[in-house]
């Protein structure tokens, strides 16, 4: 089992930032990937982004790209998400997620991952 908890998340501005942390725990030797994930009130659950652990390469929808950035610090298990540039209609719950078996996707959706954490608020305000 892997245990992954959410920080960071807040109230901002339009134009602003903030940096969501996840630390994962438990059986982390089997992670394959780590990424985010996002529901809005009223909203499909969503794909943000995805870090590959063995290469760090990242994957972004296209809604967060240049805003976003994913990293990861691997001694510490734990995965970040750099959001500048933050929109109104980025406020969402943001979750955290893993998955732990390989794969080459096209696109990554929110139902590629195995485990999720319970989440953190992200609220910005026009």
């Known amino acids: 089992q892997v245990q992954l908890a959410e920080s960071g998340g807040g109230l901002v501005q339009a134009g602003g930032s903030l940096r969501l942390s996840c630390a994962a725990s438990?059986?982390?030797?089997?992670?394959?990937?780590m990424g985010w994930l996002r529901q809005a009130p009223g909203s499909e659950r969503e794909f943000v982004a995805a870090i590959i652990r063995s290469n760090s390469n990242t994957y972004y929808a296209d809604s967060v790209k240049g805003r976003f950035t994913i990293s990861r610090d691997t001694g510490k298990n734990t995965v970040y998400l750099q959001m500048n540039s933050l929109k109104p209609e980025d406020t969402a719950v943001y979750y955290c997620?893993?998955?732990?078996?390989?794969?080459?996707?096209?696109?990554?959706?929110?139902?590629?991952?195995?485990?999720r954490g319970q989440g953190t608020q992200v609220t910005v305000s026009s």
């Open positions: 438990g059986r982390t030797f089997s992670t394959y990937a």
């Open positions: 997620a893993l998955r732990t078996s390989s794969w080459t996707p096209r696109t990554w959706g929110s139902n590629d991952f195995d485990s």
